[in-house]
């Protein structure tokens, strides 16, 4: 126990190291996010989140291989991710050639790795679904895309996507122990620490002058992490469905309930109005919930909350061993609600202001009477 807090407040002195170095280095190669019509923080924020978490991480792993496996395999995808992601945080490159380099490292990791989605349990209820590996393949490369994604997109107010990553490797690391999968539950530790600096100076906790952006090679970094992490969880090594896994493939959709949910019922708002499922706007969770009045810390603290029960309700369903179809079906009703409840979110707005203004006349002249 000594040696892990050790190891854990090396990691966190690490990493808040090199976002001190970082931040001079960024704003040296013009590494920052600068205001524009969708951004309205005020002067030029170093993007460098995500290279202090990348570095933190790589030298965890050059310490201690064995505590993930392939973690040769996963520490060469993480990197040219973050490559990616750095330079797309530098000079704005096309989300067609991240899509191309995220399908290949999803393939490097398919077989190279062997994390591939097979086996989706009895989730619809009819039996055990074993997918043939072609198909295996196509699945698990749009779920490794869904997930960076995923992530990316919920990168729109100071904390957000440090919370929610927090959420995502605390409800991973509990689903480990329970299993018995010491290591991995350890290293969903060594994430969160390596992400608290970034978070610390994200918030302004160091004064806003010193503030930080994850950019997007940090947001990709989280989702690729994750979604690894989840196939290890919920699927065989060997491939062979009797063996035993952390947990089953519908708790992983619980786990990162909320970042898929945002994600895809944005995708269908911007298909539905004939945009791209890419294009930028101000329609995630996040911008609603500051427009209906709440500050970015309330919002912040709000989202995190919900974030939370979903990822509750995966773990407890996993540990009760609730029936992965009930588990399934519930996590679609979420989505038809929250899609639903986003998509009319102004009309129902509406017509409660409208009902609170009927009712404050009416006891306006009940006075007067």
Same mark, same amino acid.
């Given at each position: 126990?000594?040696?892990?807090?050790?190891?854990?407040?090396?990691?966190?002195?690490?990493?808040?190291?090199?976002?001190?170095?970082?931040?001079?280095?960024?704003?040296?190669?013009?590494?920052?996010?600068?205001?524009?019509?969708?951004?309205?923080?005020?002067?030029?924020?170093?993007?460098?989140?995500?290279?202090?978490?990348?570095?933190?991480?790589?030298?965890?792993?050059?310490?201690?291989?064995?505590?993930?496996?392939?973690?040769?395999?996963?520490?060469?995808?993480?990197?040219?991710?973050?490559?990616?992601?750095?330079?797309?945080?530098?000079?704005?490159?096309?989300?067609?050639?991240?899509?191309?380099?995220?399908?290949?490292?999803?393939?490097?990791?398919?077989?190279?790795?062997?994390?591939?989605?097979?086996?989706?349990?009895?989730?619809? &209820? $009819?039996?055990? #679904?074993? @997918?043939?590996?072609?198909?295996? %393949?196509?699945? +698990?490369?749009? =779920?490794?895309?869904?997930?960076?994604?995923?992530?990316?997109?919920?990168?729109?107010?100071?904390?957000?996507?440090?919370?929610?990553?927090?959420?995502?490797?605390?409800?991973?690391?509990?689903?480990?122990?329970?299993?018995?999968?010491?290591?991995?539950?350890?290293?969903?530790?060594?994430?969160?620490?390596?992400?608290?600096?970034?978070?610390?100076?994200?918030?302004?906790?160091?004064?806003?002058?010193?503030?930080?952006?994850?950019?997007?090679?940090?947001?990709?970094?989280? &989702? $690729?992490?994750? #979604?690894? @992490?989840?196939?290890?969880?919920? %699927?065989?090594? +060997?491939?062979? =469905?009797?063996?035993?896994?952390?947990?089953?493939?519908?708790?992983?959709?619980?786990?990162?309930?909320?970042?898929?949910?945002?994600?895809?019922?944005?995708?269908?708002?911007?298909?539905?109005?004939?945009?791209?499922?890419?294009?930028?706007?101000?329609?995630?969770?996040?911008?609603?919930?500051?427009?209906?009045?709440?500050?970015?810390?309330?919002?912040?603290?709000?989202?995190?909350?919900?974030?939370?029960?979903?990822?509750?309700?995966?773990?407890?369903?996993?540990?009760?061993?609730?029936?992965?179809?009930?588990?399934?079906?519930?996590?679609?009703?979420?989505?038809?609600?929250?899609?639903?409840?986003?998509?009319?979110?102004?009309?129902?707005?509406?017509?409660?202001?409208?009902?609170?203004?009927?009712?404050?006349?009416?006891?306006?002249?009940?006075?007067?009477?």
């Amino acid at each position: 126990m000594i040696n892990i807090s050790i190891d854990l407040a090396f990691i966190f002195v690490f990493s808040m190291t090199t976002l001190f170095a970082l931040r001079k280095f960024a704003r040296h190669i013009g590494l920052v996010d600068k205001p524009n019509e969708r951004k309205f923080h005020k002067g030029t924020i170093p993007l460098v989140g995500g290279l202090s978490i990348c570095l933190s991480i790589l030298y965890f792993l050059y310490n201690n291989p064995e505590i993930l496996p392939y973690s040769h395999i996963y520490a060469l995808c993480m990197t040219i991710l973050v490559a990616v992601g750095g330079a797309d945080d530098r000079w704005d490159i096309s989300f067609r050639l991240r899509l191309i380099v995220q399908a290949s490292l999803a393939l490097l990791m398919i077989h190279f790795a062997g994390a591939l989605l097979t086996n989706l349990g009895n989730m619809f &209820g $009819f039996g055990e #679904i074993l @997918l043939p590996s072609e198909i295996a %393949q196509i699945i +698990t490369i749009f =779920a490794v895309i869904g997930a960076i994604n995923a992530f990316n997109m919920v990168d729109g107010i100071d904390g957000l996507l440090g919370g929610l990553a927090s959420v995502t490797f605390a409800a991973l690391g509990i689903v480990f122990y329970f299993h018995g999968e010491a290591n991995l539950a350890y290293l969903c530790a060594v994430f969160i620490v390596a992400m608290l600096p970034y978070i610390l100076f994200n918030l302004g906790a160091f004064g806003r002058t010193r503030k930080v952006f994850m950019g997007d090679a940090g947001s990709m970094l989280i &989702g $690729f992490t994750v #979604i690894w @992490l989840l196939l290890l969880a919920s %699927q065989s090594a +060997t491939g062979d =469905a009797s063996d035993q896994t952390a947990m089953r493939a519908v708790t992983a959709l619980w786990i990162i309930g909320l970042p898929l949910n945002d994600m895809a019922a944005i995708m269908i708002r911007r298909i539905r109005r004939g945009d791209s499922p890419f294009k930028p706007d101000r329609e995630h969770l996040h911008h609603i919930c500051q427009r209906l009045g709440l500050n970015p810390t309330q919002t912040l603290l709000a989202i995190c909350f919900i974030a939370s029960l979903f990822a509750l309700i995966g773990i407890y369903g996993e540990l009760a061993n609730i029936a992965a179809p009930i588990m399934f079906y519930g996590f679609i009703l979420t989505f038809v609600f929250y899609t639903l409840l986003l998509s009319n979110i102004w009309r129902i707005i509406a017509k409660i202001r409208s009902y609170s203004k009927l009712q404050h006349i009416k006891n306006s002249l009940q006075k007067v009477k």
